[in-house]
């Protein structure tokens, strides 16, 4: 299985930037499909954005669509979150998460997550 480890986090200013990288170990990064969610305090964890194994399938939450694109980096064993024109409500813990498949916004359907990076928008 698959293990994850995201980094990037931080604080930034409304309307800023910041890219966020999740470090996958294990064997067979390639066969998995990959997704960001992300948690802000007192709510549930939402889905942010997925990617296939081959780059050819791409979804984004509404939220973010246009402002955020992932992208991976499969020689690398590496997946990225660039975040763009960062508003106050993106705070939260931003997780990666794998899976076998095809791509999916459900967070049921990741059995693979990694601890978490707090991303802190401020005005």
């Known amino acids: 299985q698959v293990q994850l480890l995201e980094s990037g986090g931080g604080l930034a200013q409304a309307g800023g930037s910041l890219t966020l990288s999740c470090a996958a170990s294990?064997?067979?990064?390639?066969?998995?499909?990959l997704g960001w969610f992300r948690q802000a305090p007192g709510k549930d964890r939402d889905f942010v954005a997925t990617i296939s194994n081959s780059r050819a399938f791409i979804n984004y939450a509404d939220t973010v669509k246009g402002r955020f694109t992932i992208s991976r980096d499969n020689a690398k064993n590496m997946v990225y979150l660039q975040m763009d024109s960062l508003k106050l409500e993106d705070t939260a813990v931003y997780y990666c998460?794998?899976?076998?498949?095809?791509?999916?916004?459900?967070?049921?359907?990741?059995?693979?997550w990694g601890q978490g990076t707090q991303v802190t928008v401020s005005s």
């Open positions: 294990g064997r067979s990064f390639r066969d998995y499909v």
């Open positions: 998460a794998a899976k076998g498949g095809i791509t999916s916004s459900l967070e049921e359907a990741y059995d693979a």
